[in-house]
């Protein structure tokens, strides 16, 4: 399919869940509006959505009420889904937005239905990759897997997120929680994703103990988020209360926007060692509240945060350590990372990302 | 100027470079000193492994069962203690209401896991005799085996070895590491790197110093190891007397744990050596045979590797095989168990 003008009156997404508060929920909603503005009618159809919004989109199947002529699909690629297969028995033109998921290897052991749900994801992708007319991808890593899956034409374009959030003012009862804590010295380190496996907290714990004892015994790790894995969280919480650090290991569950904001404005430093990253929306939220990022280089987080963080070739706890040892007490690498965090977050931010998504769209399917 | 511009370096990047570098010095002489010993690591590793589920430990079914009969009694009788006053005696009259109906709907359930269980532990003696069946026909797992004059710190390959790994960003595995005499010698040469080696007396029996060594067969230990956590692996005495699945297993494992862009630097004898009658009792005993370069290089290329070369030593009795892990590859390898 090639651009051209006079191109289809709408431009539909999909989805497999339609959440408000995830990455790949926003990005939905803001490419909707991104769509609607550039001229093109747009719905979102989703197999799962959120009451809060389910006034905003339909369940998958109800397409075929809403069809007409020329209709283009994109479809927010996250994990398995019966979307999948709809899409790919419809025939419509297809965009794949890929936000990448992450594969079965990063679950073994811990969570046999994520297993197979990731290894269902693989074919789905295989599936679909073939047929889409354009690939999106979020980041060169994504980029290459989708090439390797069979798309033919791909762009990459980074996530539509809203960043605002992490500097809306932070809730107060958290904030002051957090000053007090602060007030007994000891830097705060803070991570921010779902507790999984793949997320690798029990790395995270492991650095905080080996940072506790070779530069700062008062340190405190945050870990925000929810969880979607009983026996990984029941695990974690073990090994804390085994190492000693129940005190100082702060596993706060899901936050409001406002709690978040509070845990960015008093963190030292961001360090994540997930073992997988499709994008890493919170990276670039740290970037945005000013706080120097330490990570580790795993999936598409060497692409999403460029020359903007301290890029950790491995896990292992002193390496670790003595990267955030140097990331909280160096003042100019601290002015540097927070400095060049901004301006890799203004590239990665909202109008830019939106044009450049409609774009790429409208020169394969053509304007409207 | 402003203060931004005033810290801002003219490289970013490079900079960056630097600290990384400067960081890599203080790690190395943080384990040099002994401040965190590798021991007190693998007891991290070891202690969150223990909070792993069972198939995180390895699937072992006794353990599961053990698992299943310690829950599948349902206790309908709830504790009644309570911080709040008169809190125990509410508690305590609604379990007495409710006790007559939970206690029916337990027993039901007790009895119904009590079947489960009882099925498992049939299929489970079934296993243990299938197993036992099949153990006449198991293939046993290739141990190290080493050539005197090929395999120590004199051989031919090592310098080569070294300046191809020294300068990866990040932690360096040999396998099969004995003593540590090329650790030692990565280490030297500004590599981060430490060993495993399945032969335990071997490893006790080394003078470690701050060397990280750790007696374990490499199958398992990668296994247990972060994905894409390790810059380089040289493997030495370790591949020749594999049979196919246990190289298959290997390599496998080797893709997941290697972080792309990481080299792989491979060690093996030719099949004249191996078979030669100087040769060491281990390679009669070994389940396989080496293979030769060709196979090593298109085996590689075809798991994802690039930039494959094989260097034949002096004598025709070995050769070195290194390869470039892509950066993307097979995003979902086949399962390692």
């Known amino acids: 399919m090639t651009a051209a003008a006079g191109g289809p009156v709408a431009v539909h997404q999909f989805i497999p869940t339609l959440n408000p508060h995830d990455a790949t929920g926003t990005h939905t909603l803001m490419l909707r509006d991104a769509l609607r503005a550039a001229g093109w009618q747009s719905e979102i159809f989703a197999e799962a959505i959120h009451d809060d919004l389910a006034e905003l989109a339909y369940k998958h199947w109800m397409y075929p009420e809403h069809a007409a002529r020329g209709d283009v699909a994109i479809y927010q690629f996250t994990t398995s889904s019966a979307v999948a297969p709809y899409l790919a028995e419809h025939g419509m033109p297809l965009i794949l937005d890929y936000h990448n998921f992450t594969g079965p290897e990063y679950f073994d052991g811990w969570e046999p239905l994520s297993v197979q749900r990731a290894a269902r994801a693989a074919d789905e992708l295989a599936l679909l990759a073939p047929q889409a007319v354009l690939g999106l991808a979020k980041s060169r890593f994504s980029e290459e897997e989708l090439r390797g899956a069979g798309c033919r034409r791909t762009a990459v374009v980074p996530v539509l997120a809203d960043y605002r959030r992490v500097t809306a003012a932070p809730d107060p009862r958290v904030a002051a929680e957090l000053t007090c804590l602060r007030a007994g010295g000891g830097a705060d380190i803070l991570f921010v994703g779902r507790v999984v496996s793949s997320k690798a907290q029990h790395e995270l714990v492991k650095a905080l103990w080996a940072y506790r004892r070779l530069y700062d015994p008062r340190a405190r790790l945050h870990l925000v988020g929810g969880t979607s894995s009983y026996e990984y969280n029941k ?83 002193t390496y670790v ?48 | 100027m402003t203060d931004t511009e005033a810290t801002m370096p003219a490289d970013p990047q ?17 384990r040099a000193s002994g401040d965190l010993p ?91 005799e299938l197993e036992r069946q099949l153990e006449v026909q198991r293939v046993p797992e290739a141990g190290v085996v080493e050539f005197p004059a090929l395999h120590g710190p004199d051989a031919w390959w090592v310098e080569p070895a070294v300046a191809t790994v020294a300068t990866a960003h990040g932690r360096i595995l040999h396998a099969a590491c004995g003593d540590g005499w090329l650790v030692r010698r990565i280490v030297s040469a500004g590599g981060d790197a430490y060993g495993v080696d399945p032969r335990s007396h071997v490893v006790d029996r080394a003078d470690l110093g701050p060397l990280d060594l750790r007696a374990e067969p490499v199958a398992e230990h990668l296994r247990a190891a972060a994905p894409a ?109």
Do not use: N
């Not at chain 1, 040892?325 to 977050?345: E, F, P, Q």
């Open chain 1, 235 to 317: 695990a974690l919480l073990g090994f804390v209360h085994d190492l000693g650090l129940t005190g100082a290991v702060h596993i706060t569950g899901e936050v409001s926007d406002a709690s978040l904001a509070a845990h960015f404005a008093a963190a030292d430093v961001y360090l994540s060692l997930s073992a997988h990253e499709g994008f890493g929306v919170p990276l670039v939220e740290a970037m945005v509240a000013g706080v120097p990022v330490v990570t580790r280089g795993a999936g598409a987080v060497a692409d999403t945060v460029a020359d903007a963080a301290l890029l950790l070739a491995a896990a292992d706890p």
């Open chain 2, 14 to 30: 490079a900079y960056l470079d630097q600290v990384m570098a400067e960081i890599a010095d203080e790690v190395r002489a943080r």
């Open chain 1, 321 to 368: 350590a003595a990267a955030l040892h140097r990331a909280c007490t160096d003042d100019r690498l601290r002015a540097v990372l927070i400095a060049s965090g901004r301006r890799r977050a203004a590239e990665l931010s909202g109008d830019t990302v939106a044009a450049s998504l409609v774009a790429a769209i409208a020169a394969v399917v053509g304007r409207p």
């Open chain 2, 229 to 337: 956590g390790l810059a380089a692996i040289v493997l030495s005495g370790t591949v020749d007397g594999m049979a196919g699945g246990e190289r298959s297993q290997l390599l496998s494992a080797i893709g997941t744990r290697l972080a792309p862009g990481g080299m792989l630097v491979i060690h093996s004898v030719s099949r004249a050596a191996w078979d030669g009658a100087d040769a060491p009792a281990g390679a009669d005993l070994a389940p396989g045979r080496p293979l030769r370069p060709e196979a090593w290089c298109q085996l590689l290329e075809q798991g994802g590797y690039e930039a494959t070369t094989a260097r034949p030593g002096p004598t025709g009795s070995d050769f070195l095989v290194t390869a470039v892990r892509a950066s993307i590859v097979t995003p979902y390898p086949p399962a390692e168990r």
């Open chain 2, 38 to 128: 590798p021991k007190l690591e693998r007891e991290l590793d070891e202690l969150f492994l223990a909070h792993s589920p069972v198939a995180g430990r390895g699937g072992d079914l006794g353990e599961a069962l053990r698992m299943v009969d310690a829950a599948t009694f349902i206790d309908p009788v709830v504790p009644i203690e309570s911080e709040r006053a008169a809190g125990a005696v509410v508690k305590k009259g609604m379990r007495s209401l409710l006790l007559w109906y939970m206690g029916w709907v337990t027993h039901q359930m007790s009895q119904s896991a009590a079947a489960v269980s009882r099925a498992l532990h049939i299929v489970d003696g079934r296993l243990q």
